[in-house]
């Protein structure tokens, strides 16, 4: 997926375009206002509908995680069972299980058992991996959902001072836009991990061990800054120069109420649109880095975390790794797909927009 | 000119035609067989490499192995698998040297003839060289192993200005060296057989080299080497055998040395034929898999080593002796065996005398039913001595290396610290710097995963090493006592034991058992396991070897 397909200024609605005209010799409808065209529209796409469904279905089953973990799997997904044992079938088995062929070496953790423990087997840990699955999964999706909104309100912010106040500042903006955008993202990502997670960061009073969660979701949020933050800037400067924000400036309306009532309205649909796309992207983001060990720190889990986690049961168990393999997939996919009918919803350039 | 020879060259002469005259009268020949070997390429394959190839300053067992074809000392650890590996034969020296005065004075002649592999002639003036070197580096032993030497103290004071006056005394034109020590030392010749004492060109910038390859004496040299990618090893073209059981001349023509990767992609590598050996040891849940579908690639051997956590009783919450105590009485160490491979690969220990090594009695006191052997862990008696030192809630980050045990390691400790209420991080560093970067006191690591293999059979090699005030460097990158523990008690004991050591080994040992379970009574490390080595080498190689100290002989083995 690509966000340089968003860049174009002109892609969203123009909330302030009047309506479609209504068709010919019928009665003239009410007009519909925008939002409620772009959610009737979204209600009758048959894959909007699924996609959306699944993204709600998925959030559901990982908000589930500590129920799960209790009263299921009845473990701690978050320390280690190296002596744990389970009961299969009225027996006894050590979850790490001892090797008693050929030479009797190595050590493997149980298999899907596909009962209430263990139903994806352990990692080498010995630590229910469905359990640390869902919990993963959660703090996949809270990592990549608050960077998402953390990109969009810093770019909707920056996008719109450097749209609107030109000159200066917006020479300065849309430089430290370049700046930043010339740096490889995973790169710069991983650098600023480094930097961050290698000792707690200390800013003034604000204290984030490296542990804390907030340091991947300021990371992650940050570096997409300026692929959101480009576009908007380029709507807004369409947007001011149009005709009614003239005519708001020549009736002496104040700048603030210019960019509260005329300007943001219009941007917010850009920034609708980016939202899954961009969340999707953050998931894979969060993933790469907790899989190089610069996203979420252990004992936490992400779904980047446990793919790392199975990099050394590859052979032996691979369902620690596929599990989170497919559901990176799938939620990607998902969040995409439901990017692509919200964007033709809300493009008047597009057939399903118009 | 026909040079005069003396009655004995003679007969020697006479001797070795005999026998070249037999080699050739007779089919094929140990010697043929041998030849009909010579040749190919080894392919060798680790996660990470180990920092500095400066023979004078690395400590690492990774590249130690390397050491041994590639330099050479005045003595040296025979090159042979088995028992022998632990006997010192004469190397650069011809012949053992005479030892005199109580003790005290080692005299070497030297072998006349070799080379380094930059074409110079090795000489006594390079011997003295190689000696003020390991002080003006400051390696990582010059305190422990070479502070004996007169003058030493001196040059551990002002290492620049390093001459060792009276401590070595070089005669160039008889090619002698005696070296003089302030006191008699029963392990001067182990001392002396470690890489740490290689014979350098005199040279050689007195700093450490970095990844600039050293000439050296041995069989092969490097030809390049990039820490983050590979090293090339070819033959040394200066390189004559002296002595098979010093410095054998190598079957490969050349060893290639990958670094990076995973572990399960060095096994795959193997499987398929594309390397020849790894230095880490396979994964655990491959390993299974190996035993049984590649018994025959796989070699076990019983390793003097100790795989250890040490704690920085510098630091809190490790500087009360309760913290560590409880963490001790904490660990299980079954599990930690279980995260190695299991039993058949590792034994759980708590003490740090490696089982069957000098000095060694069976003890344990961090077990729930103390006595000779590990049994269980006791969480009670951990949860009250944390409760007692009120350090509750403190935060302790461990220090793991980048490869698959650590790593495992690592996340168990942390488990277990925060079962006993802390709040533990775990940090993975790359392993071609964790090791200097733990030893560093600047980098105030709290705790981490180090390992710890024997450079020569003694027990003061690992307790006087390791826990010894004289290893303790605090700011340096080679400060090997990581816990940073200086007790004078102790110390004064330990250098007691090796001072009875030059007259009775075995009251020796036995008071290094004592100091043993003394050292464990302050808790500054965590004893995890003692480790088999396991070698996992592809179908084309043969001819494998095993030295205790050294480990796999790399340049015994052939390829097909």
């Not at chain 1, 939002?35 to 469904?53: D, F, K, N, T």
């Not at chain 1, 701690?76 to 002596?83: E, I, Q």
């Not at chain 1, 400036?249 to 700048?255: C, D, K, Q, S």
Request: charged share 15%; hydrophobic share 45%; net charge negative.
């Amino acid at each position: 997926m690509s966000l340089y397909e968003s860049e174009d200024p002109d892609m969203t609605t123009d909330l302030d375009t009047p309506p479609p005209a209504p068709p010919a010799g019928g009665d003239p409808a009410p007009p519909l206002g925008p939002w409620r065209r772009a959610l009737r529209g979204l209600a009758s796409s048959p894959a909007a509908v699924l996609s959306g469904l699944g993204i709600l279905l998925i959030v559901l089953a990982m908000a589930l995680a500590p129920a799960y973990a209790k009263y299921v799997a009845k473990t701690d997904p978050f320390r280690s069972g190296l002596s744990a044992k389970i009961m299969i079938d009225g027996t006894r088995v050590p979850v790490m299980q001892r090797s008693t062929e050929g030479l009797g070496l190595g050590v493997t953790p149980i298999g899907p058992t596909w009962g209430p423990q263990y139903f994806l087997g352990a990692d080498n840990q010995g630590r229910d991996v469905a359990a640390r699955f869902l919990y993963g999964g959660q703090n996949s999706l809270f990592i990549a959902g608050a960077a998402t909104l953390l990109c969009l309100a810093c770019a909707a912010l920056v996008g719109i001072v450097a749209g609107y106040a030109g000159g200066a500042i917006d020479a300065v903006l849309s430089n430290l836009i370049d700046m930043i955008w010339a740096f490889p993202v995973y790169l710069l990502a991983i650098s600023l991990s480094i930097v961050m997670l290698g000792k707690s960061f200390d800013f003034g009073p604000i204290h984030l061990s490296s542990s804390s969660l907030i340091l991947p979701i300021v990371i992650i949020g940050l570096v997409y800054v300026p692929y959101v933050a480009r576009p908007v800037r380029g709507r807004v400067i369409a947007i001011t120069n149009s005709e009614f924000v003239l005519a708001a400036r020549a009736l002496g309306i104040r700048p603030s109420r210019i960019l509260w009532r005329h300007i943001l309205p219009n941007v917010a649909t850009t920034l609708i649109v980016f939202a899954p796309m961009l969340m999707a992207l953050n998931i894979v983001t969060e993933s790469s880095l907790s899989f190089l060990s610069v996203g979420v720190q252990a004992p936490n889990a992400s779904w980047g975390t446990i793919l790392q986690d199975g990099q050394a049961l590859l052979y032996s168990r691979p369902v620690v790794s596929m599990a989170p393999g497919i559901a990176i997939m799938v939620t990607v996919m998902l969040l995409n797909l439901f990017g692509d009918v919200l964007r033709d919803i809300l493009d008047p350039k597009s057939v399903r927009g118009r | 000119m026909i040079p005069k020879l003396s009655p004995e060259r003679v007969a020697r002469r006479a001797a070795t035609a005999l026998a070249l005259a037999a080699l050739a009268g007779f089919g094929p020949t140990l010697a043929q067989a041998e030849g009909d070997h010579r040749g190919g390429t080894l392919r060798l394959v680790s996660v990470s490499s180990q920092g500095t190839l400066d023979p004078h300053i690395n400590y690492t067992s990774q590249f130690w192995q390397l050491y041994a074809f590639l330099y050479d000392g005045l003595v040296g650890f025979k090159k042979v698998g088995g028992a022998d590996s632990k006997e010192v034969v004469p190397d650069l020296a011809e012949a053992m040297p005479v030892i005199s005065n109580d003790g005290k004075t080692y005299t070497f002649t030297l072998r006349k003839g070799i080379k380094f592999s930059d074409g110079s002639d090795m000489t006594a003036t390079d011997v003295l060289a190689s000696f003020q070197r390991i002080f003006k580096v400051l390696g990582p032993t010059a305190g422990t192993f070479y502070n004996g030497i007169v003058g030493a103290d001196t040059c551990l004071a002002e290492p620049a200005g390093c001459t060792l006056d009276g401590g070595v005394i070089i005669d160039e034109a008889a090619g002698t060296v005696t070296i003089n020590l302030t006191a008699a030392d029963p392990e001067f010749l182990f001392k002396l057989s470690a890489p740490h004492a290689s014979i350098l060109p005199s040279e050689t910038t007195p700093k450490d080299n970095g990844n600039e390859p050293i000439p050296g004496t041995g069989a092969y040299m490097v030809k390049s080497y990039d820490a983050n990618n590979s090293m090339v090893i070819v033959r040394n073209p200066a390189f004559k055998e002296w002595s098979k059981d010093a410095q054998p001349d190598g079957y490969v023509d050349e060893i290639d040395y990958t670094f990076g990767g995973t572990e399960e992609a060095a096994v795959n590598a193997i499987m398929n034929g594309q390397a020849d050996w790894m230095f880490d040891t396979p994964p655990a849940d491959r390993l299974a898999e190996l035993s049984t579908t590649a018994p025959d690639q796989i070699h076990l051997s019983p390793l003097a080593a100790w795989w250890y956590a040490p704690m920085n009783v510098n630091l809190a919450p490790f500087d009360d002796v309760r913290v560590r105590q409880a963490l001790n009485y904490a660990i299980d160490r079954d599990a930690l065996v279980s995260l190695f491979g299991g039993p058949a690969l590792a034994q759980p220990v708590c003490q740090v005398l490696p089982p069957e090594f000098p000095g060694h009695e069976d003890q344990c006191i961090y077990t729930q039913d103390p006595g000779t052997s590990w049994s269980a862990p006791d969480m009670e008696k951990a949860q009250a001595l944390v409760d007692e030192s009120g350090t509750k809630g403190a935060k302790i980050t461990v220090v793991t290396e980048d490869n698959a045990a650590s790593r495992g390691i690592g996340t168990y400790l942390q488990s277990v610290l925060s079962d006993l209420g802390y709040d533990a991080a775990v940090q993975t560093i790359s392993g071609d710097i964790q090791f200097t970067y733990i030893q560093n006191t600047n980098n105030k690591v709290q705790l981490s995963i180090s390992q710890w293999y024997a450079d020569y059979p003694a027990a003061s090699n690992f307790l006087n090493v390791l826990f010894g005030c004289d290893s303790f460097h605090p700011g340096s990158d080679a400060s090997i006592n990581i816990s940073g523990m200086c007790d004078q008690e102790i110390d004064a004991r330990m250098k007691a034991a090796i001072a009875l050591g030059a007259t009775d080994q075995a009251a020796a040992d036995k008071d290094w058992a004592k100091i043993d379970a003394a050292v464990m009574e302050k808790s500054p490390a965590l004893p995890l396991f003692t480790p088999q080595q396991v070698d996992l080498l592809s179908t084309r190689v043969g001819n494998y070897q095993f030295s205790s100290l050294h480990h796999w002989l790399i340049a015994n083995a052939w390829v097909q």
